[in-house]
């Protein structure tokens, strides 16, 4: 079992940054990848970024590419999320997410492990 739990989120004004943790704990060897999802009122839950933990590769969804950038200490089993620019479309409950396979990273079934979500709100 892995567990997840993110910290950081908040009210923030349009263009204003913030910064997410996701601290992983458990048996975390030969996890794949960890990856930011987020979830709006009323929508499905959509793919945010991704980071490979061996490799470090990244990937981005387009709404967020050039403002968001995922990063990891692997020392400490952690996964950040650093959020500029922020728009009100980005408000949502952002999940952070272990698994993940190679060329799926953006595909939901595929990770195993969830933390419970923290809210980002971005008033206009």
């Known amino acids: 079992q892995v567990q997840l739990v993110e910290s950081g989120g908040g009210l923030v004004q349009a263009g204003g940054s913030l910064r997410l943790s996701c601290a992983a704990s458990?048996?975390?060897?030969?996890?794949?990848?960890m990856s930011w999802f987020r979830q709006a009122p009323g929508k499905e839950r959509e793919f945010v970024a991704a980071?490979?933990?061996?490799?470090?590769?990244?990937k981005y969804a387009d709404s967020v590419k050039g403002r968001f950038t995922i990063s990891r200490d692997n020392a400490k089993n952690t996964v950040f999320l650093q959020m500029n620019s922020l728009k009100p479309e980005d408000t949502a409950v952002y999940y952070c997410?272990?698994?993940?396979?190679?060329?799926?990273?953006?595909?939901?079934?595929?990770?195993?492990?969830w933390g419970q979500g923290t809210q980002v709100t971005v008033s206009s």
């Open positions: 997410a272990a698994g993940g396979k190679p060329f799926l990273l953006r595909t939901l079934r595929n990770y195993d492990y």
């Open positions: 458990g048996r975390t060897f030969g996890t794949y990848a």
């Open positions: 980071i490979v933990i061996g490799a470090g590769s990244t």
